[in-house]
């Protein structure tokens, strides 16, 4: 998942109007700063600052040793992903925003171990888009 403090000069964060802004430069601050940890409901991604950039929030993702599709959907959802597709046994789900989805299988059974690590991959890659 991607952090503030993982931000390189180069790297490019999206804007309201769908623009890129380019990472000029970095100051680390050490003073004390009133901060405000909120959440918005059903979708963690909101824009900040005078340049209106695109920022997730820090939700924690839990991964159980073995979750069962509609476990999985559910746990996307409260992090801010949107199902966008339902076809045969499958759920597409996104966050908004960036273009990557997470596809789900819908087999009523927990989730084979593959299978997992695929949807825990394609979540990291999802969410390190996101921070870009």
């Known amino acids: 998942m991607g952090r ?22 970095i100051i680390q601050r050490s003073e004390d700063a009133r901060v405000y940890n909120f959440e918005i409901e059903d979708n963690h991604n909101y824009f900040v600052g005078q340049s ?20 999985v959907v559910r746990m996307l959802k409260k992090a801010g992903f949107e199902v966008v597709e339902q076809s045969g046994s499958h759920a597409k789900l996104r966050l908004p925003g960036p273009g990557k989805y997470v596809t789900v299988s819908m087999h009523k059974k927990d989730i084979l171990k593959d299978a997992y690590k695929s949807i825990q991959q394609q979540v990291k890659a999802v969410l390190d888009d996101v921070a870009k």
């Open 4 to 25: 503030s403090r993982n931000l390189r000069i180069g790297d490019e964060i999206r804007r309201a109007d769908d623009t890129w802004a380019k990472v000029e430069s």
């Open 52 to 71: 209106s950039l695109l920022v997730h929030n820090n939700c924690d993702i839990f991964w159980k040793t073995k979750m069962n599709p509609k476990e």
